[in-house]
Nanobody
Framework: QVQLVESGGGLVQAGDSLRLSCAAS????????MGWFRQAPGKERVFVAA????????YYTDSVQGRFIISRDNVKNTVYLQMNSLKPEDTAVYYC???????????????????WGQGTQVTVSS
């Protein structure tokens, strides 16, 4: 079992930056690929970014490529999402998720992840 707790969300203006954190507890954190997803009101939860168990590989959805950076600290059992140049369309609840690797590639679909946090709200005003 893995428990995930997100923090760092808030209300910002377009062009600002935020850093989200996701603290993990439970089973060995470095056994998991980690992902960030987001869900806007009335829409389904979609992939934002993922990082491999070692931190050596990352992947981003096109809309955040070049603006967001995912990273992890396997000593602190924490994954981060640095969000720069925020846009109103980035407004959503952001969720972190853990994928037990077993050699799997980083997932981009919700069903590929085994554990989820409760989410943190990010609101970007224009």
């Amino acid at each position: 079992q893995v428990q995930l707790v997100e923090s760092g969300g808030g209300l910002v203006q377009a062009g600002d930056s935020l850093r989200l954190s996701c603290a993990a507890s439970g089973r060995t954190f470095s056994s998991y690929n980690m992902g960030w997803f987001r869900q806007a009101p009335g829409k389904e939860r979609v992939f934002v970014a993922a990082i491999s168990w070692s931190g050596g590989s990352t992947y981003y959805t096109d809309s955040v490529q070049g603006r967001f950076i995912i990273s992890r600290d396997n000593v602190k059992n924490t994954v981060y999402l640095q969000m720069n140049s925020l846009k109103p369309e980035d407004t959503a609840v952001y969720y972190c998720a853990a994928q037990l690797t077993s050699g799997q590639d980083m997932g981009v679909l919700t069903y590929e992840y085994d554990y989820w946090g409760q989410g943190t709200q990010v609101t970007v005003s224009s």
